[in-house]
């Protein structure tokens, strides 16, 4: 049946107004983006404060395709960067889709309540709401949407297992292409992270230590493998192979440092790679796609930070 694709708009997280791809029917629009080329579609929905059990949560819709309601706005920026992240792997890696399948891209919002945290579950994405005061809605921030459609992408590929240094590599990917989708800043989730300060952020690629988290092997924190020890420091140890991603990107530039990145991730790596096998991959990536310069660039960048 024709799909019915409509432009419509909404006010987001921060009260900016964007573009949004719904569908119309039965005289009503829905948060549903079908213009993508795939079959599959980008999906958000709403959650009502409800936990796992109500996922994926219910329908969003508007009837006039405005989507200007504040209960909206964590929904209108969902939406919106979902398809921005689309975009971006689609057009600069050819990648379709998260899986490169075209699978859907289901997003949810509103999960639980004043939930400080954002995730990707294995098969969607879900955004709590923040409690006001260290988060505002998690969706209001293109980096953390990036960072979290980026864990379904490494699901998808390398696979890197969550805990140790595979999962301080696995965060660190999520944040690097978050830096690509917004690289204005060095920060992961400034958009978001306490609503009533300015000028902070959740992580910083380029002083991760503003945050509590090492910028060298020296500093690397050994955690134990549960909840409590972030999985071993998974967003803790980041801090190294971030900082490493800094220098990379400021040696060699963001245009080659996405491709090598991309290559890495996709193609190299594997669940148990850690800091030393990452360094390779990229080392690997680096002399496949442009040669010994950025190769070099790259193994001075993961020296600078202990990893050789
Ligand atoms: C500690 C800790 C940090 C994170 C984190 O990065 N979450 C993803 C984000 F999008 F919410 F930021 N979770 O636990
Ligand atoms: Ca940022
Ligand atoms: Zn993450």
Do not use: C
């Amino acid at each position: 049946n024709k799909v019915k694709e409509a432009a419509g708009s909404g006010t987001g997280v921060l009260g900016d107004s964007k573009s949004l791809n719904t569908h119309f029917e039965n005289n009503t629009y829905y948060l549903v983006d079908s213009t993508k080329q795939m079959d599959g579609r980008i999906y958000t929905l709403d959650n009502r404060n409800g936990g796992f059990n109500s996922l994926p949560g219910y329908d969003i819709t508007d009837s006039d395709n405005r989507f200007t309601e504040t209960s909206q706005r964590a929904a209108v920026d969902a939406h919106h960067y979902a398809g921005k992240v689309f975009d971006y792997y689609y057009n600069k890696f050819g990648r379709v889709s998260y899986d490169g399948n075209g699978s859907d891209i289901i997003s949810t919002v509103h999960f639980d309540t004043n939930y400080n945290n954002a995730a990707w579950i294995g098969n969607q994405m879900i955004y709590g709401d923040g409690d006001g005061k260290v988060f505002a809605p998690l969706s209001g921030a293109i980096d953390i949407v990036a960072h979290e459609l980026t864990h379904a992408v490494t699901d998808s590929s390398a696979n890197l297992v969550y805990e140790f240094q595979p999962g301080a590599l696995n965060e660190s990917f999520s944040d690097v292409f978050g830096f690509f989708l917004d690289p204005n800043d060095w920060m992961i989730g400034e958009d978001v992270y306490t609503p009533g300060r300015e000028g902070d952020a959740l992580r910083s690629l380029s002083n991760p230590n503003l945050y509590d988290q090492p910028d060298h092997m020296n500093e690397y924190r050994t955690l134990p493998n549960t909840e409590e020890g972030d999985y071993g420091g998974v967003h803790i140890n980041s801090g190294i192979p971030n900082k490493a991603a800094y220098y990379t990107i400021n040696a060699i530039g963001r245009a080659k440092s996405e491709k090598i990145y991309y290559r890495a991730l996709t193609i190299y790596l594997t669940p148990n790679s850690d800091f030393a096998s990452a360094r390779q991959a990229l080392i690997q990536s680096a002399t496949d796609l442009y040669g010994s310069t950025e190769a070099n660039a790259i193994s001075s960048a993961w020296s600078n930070v202990g990893v050789n």
